[in-house]
């Protein structure tokens, strides 16, 4: 088993930055492929961004890419989401999650373990 917990939303105004982070524990943390995930209210989950064990490859959704960063620190059993020039669109419980398989995966049935999430509200 693998326990993640989010932190970090909170309201931000567009235009505006908000870093996440989610902590690991449980098993061995190099040992998965992590993403994000959010799912905006009356919408379906969607893939937000991913990184692979080491850290080496990334991949994000067409609508946050060149806005948000991912990253990862393997020695502290975390992955982090830098978000920049925040929209009213990326409002959204943020999730993130880990595969023990996959990596760079935008799908979500491909992780394994999901956090509770994190709630972000852009505001105008």
């Known amino acids: 088993q693998v326990q993640l917990v989010e932190s970090g939303g909170g309201l931000v105004q567009a235009g505006g930055s908000l870093g996440l982070s989610c902590a690991a524990s449980?098993?061995?943390?190099?040992?998965?492929?992590m993403g994000w995930f959010r799912r905006a209210p009356g919408k379906e989950r969607e893939f937000v961004a991913a990184?692979?064990?080491?850290?080496?490859?990334?991949f994000y959704a067409d609508s946050v890419k060149g806005r948000f960063t991912i990253s990862r620190d393997n020695a502290k059993n975390t992955v982090h989401l830098q978000m920049n020039s925040l929209k009213l669109e990326d409002t959204a419980v943020y999730y993130c999650?880990?595969?023990?398989?996959?990596?760079?995966?935008?799908?979500?049935?491909?992780?394994?373990?999901w956090g509770q999430g994190t709630q972000v509200t852009v505001s105008s």
């Open positions: 999650a880990a595969s023990s398989a996959i990596a760079n995966s935008d799908r979500y049935y491909n992780y394994d373990y």
């Open positions: 449980g098993r061995t943390f190099i040992n998965y492929n």
């Open positions: 990184i692979s064990r080491s850290g080496s490859s990334k």
